[in-house]
């Protein structure tokens, strides 16, 4: 069969498939990475890193808005996305497609420390990108602009703080307070 079941990434471990419980959008973030300008297609690049999310987050779900993987070159070498003045130079080179790669895959994720204050919780991307050409001895460059959703369970958490207490007896005074839904 062409389609089968795939890996979901949780803070329990992998999850064939699917998972039918009912999640809440806690947040969404936007990435771009790039290659810069390489001098071949030897080795596929890759960037393997972590980022902070939202605490209760169970599954990401990983949207890629836009890619591009070109011969030759851009100058800039790394674009701007904040920039909407910036216009990259496209320096190409003309070359015979061989194969191609773009992936954003969610590693692994963290259960949450709620030990810290406030609490954390991580997640592990990987970001691959590749562009071939018959024997890999050829410029490129490559981009990957994508979003980030986090699915999982609001988790309500104390927040401590230390205020001056203007009582003589007392030098300070803890505080919990809850996020307000």
């Known amino acids: ?3 089968s079941e795939n890996i979901i990434e949780t803070p329990s471990g992998p999850v064939v498939g699917k998972i ?3 999640l809440e959008v806690l947040g969404v973030h936007s990435y771009l990475t790039q290659t810069g300008n390489l001098p071949n297609a030897q080795n596929q690049w890759r960037e393997t890193f972590d980022i902070f999310i939202p605490v209760g987050t169970v599954t990401i779900v990983v949207s890629m808005d836009r890619w591009s993987l070109v011969y030759g070159s851009f100058d800039p070498a790394l674009l701007d996305p904040m920039d909407p003045a910036s ?3 496209w320096n190409s080179e003309d070359h015979n497609f061989g194969a191609a790669r773009v992936e954003v895959a969610v590693m692994s994720i963290s259960a949450p420390d709620l030990k ?3 609490p954390s919780q991580l997640a592990r ?10 024997n890999g001895d050829d410029s490129w460059s490559g981009l990957v602009s994508y979003t980030l959703t986090f699915l999982g369970h609001h988790v309500p958490y104390a927040i401590v ?3 001056a ?8 005074m803890l505080q919990s307070h809850f996020p307000k839904e």
């Open 87 to 89: 216009h990259p130079q």
């Open 161 to 163: 703080a230390i205020d």
């Open 125 to 134: 991307l990987r970001v691959s990108l590749n562009l071939l050409d018959n």
């Open 20 to 22: 039918t419980q009912r």
């Open 165 to 172: 207490f203007p009582h003589p007896e007392s030098k300070f």
């Open 1 to 3: 069969m062409p389609t």
């Open 116 to 118: 810290q204050n406030p």
